[in-house]
């Protein structure tokens, strides 16, 4: 009895380590998705912004907000820069 019951045991111990390794997998799998299609947009953005590329009227308005957002990124980082040229030297904030 003790035996079956060991055995039931290891059997589910193994089952779910397979599981577990199986979605540590599958999220290694979507990451590495999420930094090529990451990849992918920046390049087709480069080119978008190049001239090189026509963009479909489909992606249009998604890669019209992607440069708005670039654009405001870069406004902050200006304003950023601004205000820490202005800090009085020494001081912590």
Do not use: C, H, N, W
């Not at 390794?21 to 799998?29: G, M, P, S, V």
């Not at 963009?55 to 406004?75: G, H, N, S």
């Not at 820490?84 to 001081?91: D, F, V």
């Amino acid at each position: 009895m003790a035996g079956k019951l060991f055995e039931a045991l290891r059997d589910r111990l193994v089952l779910r380590s397979q599981i577990g390794k199986r979605k540590l997998d599958r999220t290694a799998t979507r990451r590495a998705l999420d930094r090529a299609l990451r990849d992918l947009g920046e390049r087709f953005g480069a080119l978008a912004r190049a001239g090189r590329v026509t963009v479909p009227a489909e992606l249009a308005a998604v890669v019209k907000q992607a440069q708005d957002l670039e654009l405001r990124l870069e406004q902050q980082e200006r304003d950023l820069a601004e205000l820490e040229r202005e800090s009085p030297a020494g001081s912590t904030t």
